[in-house]
């Protein structure tokens, strides 16, 4: 019996993940990704919560944790540099593994390539389905017919706009720019430790990552710029403009991202489409519903392919109703968080004084706690 294709566009963290249990549960999967090879990017990411017993079942948690970065303290900074209080980032409570996105993506891709057909520097131009199928055209390679197609492809998807409609009707904007760039191994002392400096409006963090320390921006702009995602000229006299007058290693730092060819900057959003799916063609990960700030995405994009490879299986010849019940059960996770993360940006970027006090006085709540119960686990 000829196995079902399946067409996964996007071979990031989502992709990657669903060809695995895809191609262990009858499927037969391809992955297109635009880029000519996987993506670099050392920006950390944490695999956590619904995961983790994701990463455990592939088999590819004991290589996460061998990878994992050395991060293991928040240290918040006033505007001129001086510490004010360390949060510690782990807990035995708390299982989760921080690694780099680029590190992850290369496990998955490793763990999937053997089954799956991959194809780089290509992406898809045109999505035409019918009761049977859908016929796919590609930038490059020939047209193929595909029994479902799956987009993988991120907050700014081409299945998405393709098929559902533009990126403006799902995109809303959070009125923060994000904004990052590699810095050199001795930027940072502490290898342990990751540094956070806020002043109203405007957050700096330097992140030791795991071999190539990272230079984060995050602020709201006194003047937005409408967005070009090409204009790599724009995205950085926004962030040296943001960070003029902020203290600190901010000119050293926006000058790293100044001399940089291509540092990353984006708007920084959540995404929410009302149903997920379009006949033969469903959104996984941030496609569907992206939420900034909270850190999810890599997990939720990893427990979205499990539960809808899962979901295909439990139903075979019925993607409807498979559709439905992986949309159903992952919407559980994602809503809370899109509901949080409003409140998450005010609480993480005040636009006030006042407000940046509130955030440090419940940091340092929030670093009591935790010292109080690490002392009575440690009596027991």
């Known amino acids: 019996m000829k196995k079902p294709e399946v067409l996964i566009v996007g071979a990031g963290i989502a992709g990657p993940a669903l060809a695995y249990w895809l191609s262990r549960k009858g499927y037969r999967p391809t992955v297109v990704e635009h880029a000519r090879q996987l993506r670099s990017g050392g920006s950390a990411i944490v695999v956590k919560g619904p995961a983790i017993p994701v990463a455990d079942r592939m088999g590819i948690l004991p290589q996460l944790r061998g990878l994992a970065t050395r991060n293991r303290s928040l240290t918040l900074l006033d505007p001129g540099g001086r510490r004010i209080l360390q ?134 702009a006194a003047q937005p710029a409408p967005h070009d995602r090409k204009n790599i000229a724009l995205h950085k006299k926004t962030v040296a403009d943001a960070y003029a007058d902020v203290p600190w290693r901010a000119p050293e730092l926006v000058a790293a991202f100044l001399d940089h060819p291509a540092p990353f900057f984006d708007p920084l959003t959540t995404v929410r489409v009302p149903s997920w799916s379009r006949g033969r063609v469903v959104l996984l990960g941030d496609a569907a519903a992206a939420t900034a700030l909270l850190g999810d995405g890599s997990s939720m994009a990893m427990a979205g392919a499990y539960a809808l490879a899962e979901e295909l299986a439990a139903h075979p010849g019925d993607h409807v109703r498979a559709f439905a019940a992986y949309e159903s059960r992952l919407r559980r996770e994602v809503g809370p968080r899109q509901r949080r993360v409003g409140l998450l940006s005010r609480l993480l970027v005040p636009r006030t004084r006042p407000g940046l006090a509130v955030r440090n006085a419940v940091g340092r709540a929030v670093g009591r706690t935790y010292r109080i119960a690490s002392r009575e686990a440690a009596n027991r």
Not at 101 to 128: G, I, K, N, P, Y
């Open 87 to 220: 949060l510690p980032l782990t807990s035995d409570k708390a299982p989760v593994v921080e690694v780099t996105r680029a590190d992850l993506s290369e496990v998955l891709h490793r763990s999937a390539q053997a089954e799956a057909e991959f194809l780089f520097d290509d992406t898809v131009t045109a999505l035409d389905q019918d009761a049977g199928g859908v016929d796919v055209t590609f930038r490059r390679s020939a047209p193929r017919r595909f029994d479902l197609v799956v987009g993988a492809d991120g907050v700014h998807s081409t299945v998405r706009r393709l098929v559902f409609g533009s990126e403006r009707q799902f995109a809303s904007d959070l009125g923060l720019y994000g904004a990052t760039v590699p810095l050199e191994p001795d930027a940072v002392e502490d290898p342990s430790e990751m540094t956070m400096l806020t002043v109203p409006n405007r957050m700096l963090v330097v992140h030791p990552s795991r071999t190539t320390p990272l230079a984060i921006f995050t602020f709201r």
